[in-house]
Structure formats: C-alpha cells, structure tokens
C-alpha cells in the first residue's frame, strides 16, 4: 500500500544515529523485519529509498532508523521534524519472524541491529518461548543503537540474550573487544547447529558470516540474510 502519514517524533539514538516516528496508517500490517519505502523533501529535493522499520507490528507507531550519512534520502530523514508529511509504501521484504522457530541467532553490526530490535521487541511483547541469542558489533560503545532497550528486554524477556562486543573500546570498555567470530559463536551460542541464524548488517561483514556459518556447517536454509549499504 501506499500512503501519506505524519512525522510524530524524532529521536537521536547515537551521536550519528536518529529514529524519525511516524503515526501508523490504521490499515499498516507489517511483520517484524520488514522494510519500507518512504518519499520526504520537497520538490527538487524530494528523495524516496527503502529502509528497515525498526518498529515492531505491536507498537501503536512506525519508526525507522537511520545513521546520518551525509548523502541525500539521510539528509532528508534529518531535516524532517514532527508534523512534517511523508509518503510511505510497503511493507516489503522476508527477513521476518512471527515465532516459527524455537531458537534463533542473530549476528549484526552498526544499522543493521534495526530489523532485529523490530524482531525482539515483538517476541518481547507477545512472550513468546523462543530463544534468541543476539551477537552485536559495534565500533565504539558510543555507537550501540537501543543499547538501554536491549538491555531492558533482556531483564523483561527470560528468553532473550544480548551479547555485544566493541572493535574499537575506548578505555572504559569492559565487554567483548573483537569482531564476531567462529570462536565467539561456538561459545556463547553451544547450540548452533540447533539455530536458525539471522544475519545483517554491511554486505562485507554479512557475507563473511555466511562464509563463517557455513564452515560450521549450518544449511542454507538456516541462514537468513539483509544487506545495509552505507550510503542514502
């Protein structure tokens, strides 16, 4: 479908990451993980390109986020204030969860956490009995998205886990210092031939967990995958 919604909110995330909110079009149906399309600007400077929504069906808002890139539709997700109109289409994609496996891992780096905070927040939500172990690379500690909220549905959630490791730490880091690797896996996930693995994040580091979970030996259909490029 294709509408017109309101922007309601917008929130800064991270010193290069905000979240714009827009009221939810009664007829919206979306499942977790889904993207969107949406069209901001004005005239010469309007802009249209898909986007994660990092909002989950159970949360009465729609929400992307987004890190401030410089480039033009990131611009235009910037300079948008509450009240202002958008176009929206969608929803989009298959990189979903509704509850249809028992045990879930997700690998993700920088934006890409943004379907899968839509995931958790929904599993938290409904209560569901999967497990989810959630692995999450970052940069800098300054740069976790939904550090707080992570935390928070890990305290809420029984079922939940969220593992986070930094490649750059400043001195006040005290987690994991390294990129998400076999080892990690295998640790902190004993279970994951047992998994089906949610994977997403830039398609460097996408496709070298691929690599990484097939030498472990996980089937192509246990492993799910979205790409997040660095540019829009």
Request: hydrophobic residues 35%; aromatic residues 10%.
């Amino acid at each position: 479908m294709q509408t017109e919604t309101r922007v309601t909110q917008v929130l800064p995330r991270t010193k290069d990451t905000l979240s714009v909110r827009f009221a939810r079009p009664a007829d919206f149906d979306y499942k977790p993980g889904q993207f969107m399309f949406i069209t901001a600007g004005e005239g010469e400077q309007k802009v249209t390109k898909h986007i994660s929504l990092s909002s989950s069906p159970t949360e009465d808002f729609l929400e992307v986020t987004k890190r401030l890139t410089g480039h033009e539709f990131s611009n235009a997700l910037a300079a948008l204030a509450a009240g202002d109109m958008v176009s929206i289409r969608g929803p989009y994609g298959a990189f979903t969860f509704q509850g249809e496996y028992d045990t879930i891992c997700m690998l993700t780096g920088g934006i890409g956490i943004t379907p899968m905070r839509s995931i958790i927040r929904y599993s938290t939500d409904k209560e569901l009995p999967t497990s989810i172990v959630l692995l999450y690379s970052s940069r800098h500690e300054g740069e976790i998205i939904f550090e707080d909220e992570l935390e928070s549905m890990a305290g809420q959630n029984p079922n939940f886990r969220v593992i986070k490791t930094v490649t750059r730490p400043g001195p006040a880091w005290r987690g994991l210092s390294k990129r998400i690797d076999r080892e990690m896996i295998e640790r902190e996930v004993p279970n994951y031939a047992d998994c089906v693995f949610f994977v997403s994040g830039p398609r460097k580091m996408v496709d070298e967990m691929i690599v990484l979970l097939e030498d472990l030996g996980l089937p192509e259909d246990s492993i799910k995958r979205e790409y997040f490029t660095g540019f829009g």
